[in-house]
Structures are given as structure tokens and as C-alpha cells.
């Protein structure tokens, strides 16, 4: 479970991820409704430092195609974010995990092979990622061009494409049209899988303690240093 659950965090990681190069002011980032809710949702969450949630977790991989042993891989637990690069995914179902990051190192843990994997990653490792765009550091009408469907009911699709290349094709958010929370994401890589995260019960500053986001191997687990990431 372990190796999944991190392979999937990446793809979590990199469902906001700011392209880069985009300058302020970019043209054609939307328009009518899409770019409203999409202005909508960057002020719900400017003012954020931290959130926390329950989350449910749905990855579809598009070479198993669909019937027997083409299931989308689900799991269920609660996350936490805060500034600066901070998070801590405690996976519940359907087998207990943890990934937890203090922004220098990462960790994965599963206490059922008795391992722990750990990646000493870079400075802006989660810059412009999901957690950075949640703690309200992202920039939607300038790093996405952005359509919606339909716009008429409580809840709203934004369909978000990067404006420079990057490691995923398209990002798709549903948003409380109201408000601009986002309820649920979901980001489709350049294969075709798709990963969405939906949340629930979610708290915003409520000022998280910092030993979360530490991690202390077990005594007697096995600890693979998969390397640094930059």
C-alpha cells in the first residue's frame, strides 16, 4: 500500500501545479461564468494558512481499461495542510498508511510490511502544487485557461488546462458555486489516468500543531532512502 499511496500523493501533488512562466495578466484565461467562479473560488482561498479534511481518493488507470481488473483503486482517510510545504495524508481504508511532509523530507509508512520510504526533497518541492493552491498561493486565471460546462447549478465543473507543459493534461474542479469552496478535484495525467480527491469536513485555520508534519521511523522498520527530488 505504501508505494501506491505515495505514487497516487504525487499525482495529488501535481493536480494544481502551477505550470510556470506565466506572467500576471495573461489574456484569454476564461470567460463569462468560468472565469466569475474560478475568481470565486481564488478568493476563498487567499486567505488560508492551514486545512484539514477527510478525503476520499479515486485513481483510474487507463491501460486496465475497464471489467475485471480495470476497478478504480479507492481510499479514504484524512489530510492535513499548512504553510509553508506541509502535509500529512493518514490513509484509513483499505489498508492503514501515512505520508507526511515538513517541506524538507517526505515520508511514506506502511506499518503492515514494516517499512518507511523517505525522500529528501528540494526547496518548492509542493511550490504551485495541490497544497500550495489550497493554503491559497495559486493562481488560476493566469496559470490555466479555464472553461465550464454549465454554470446554473449549486455546483460547478471548472475544466483548468495548463498554459505551459507540464506533467498532467487537465484539471478539473468542483466547486460550491456560491462560496468557491472546492468539494472535489480531479487531474488526468498524460496517460490518461485520472486521480480525484474528494473532501469533507473541512477545517480552515485552525492552526494545526507542527509535530503532525514530523515523522520518527519506528523502532525495527525498514527505512528505503528512495533519494532526493528537486
Not at 134 to 157: K, M, S, T, Y
Not at 160 to 168: F, I, V, W
Request: proline fraction near 7%; charged fraction near 25%; include cysteine.
Amino acid at each position: 500500500m505504501a508505494m501506491r499511496a505515495f505514487l497516487l500523493l504525487l499525482g495529488c501533488a501535481a493536480l494544481l501545479a502551477a505550470p510556470g512562466g506565466a506572467e500576471e495578466g495573461a489574456a484569454d484565461a476564461g470567460s463569462g461564468c468560468a472565469e466569475t467562479i474560478a475568481r470565486r473560488v481564488q478568493g476563498h482561498y487567499d486567505p488560508v494558512r492551514d486545512l484539514s479534511a477527510d478525503f476520499e481518493q479515486t485513481t483510474s488507470v487507463a491501460s486496465l481499461g475497464s471489467g475485471p481488473g480495470g476497478e478504480p483503486m479507492r481510499a479514504r482517510g484524512k489530510v492535513v495542510f499548512a504553510k509553508p510545504g506541509r502535509m500529512r495524508w493518514s490513509y484509513e481504508e483499505p489498508e492503514p498508511s501515512l505520508v507526511v511532509t515538513d517541506g524538507r523530507s517526505l515520508w511514506t509508512y506502511d506499518p503492515g510490511l514494516g517499512e518507511v520510504q523517505h525522500l529528501a526533497v528540494g526547496e518548492g518541492f509542493l511550490s504551485g502544487a495541490a497544497i500550495q493552491f489550497l493554503l491559497g498561493e495559486g493562481a488560476i486565471l493566469e496559470e490555466f485557461r479555464v472553461e465550464a460546462p454549465d454554470c446554473a447549478g449549486e455546483r460547478v465543473l471548472l475544466r483548468l488546462e495548463p498554459r505551459e507543459p507540464a506533467s498532467y493534461e487537465r484539471l478539473v474542479l468542483e466547486v460550491a458555486a456560491a462560496s468557491g469552496e472546492v468539494l472535489a478535484t480531479e487531474v488526468v495525467d498524460l496517460f490518461g489516468n485520472a486521480t480525484r480527491v474528494a473532501f469533507a469536513n473541512v477545517r480552515i485555520n485552525a492552526n494545526p500543531d507542527p509535530g503532525v508534519f514530523r515523522f520518527e521511523p519506528p523502532e525495527g522498520v525498514s527505512v528505503i532512502e528512495v533519494g532526493p527530488v528537486r
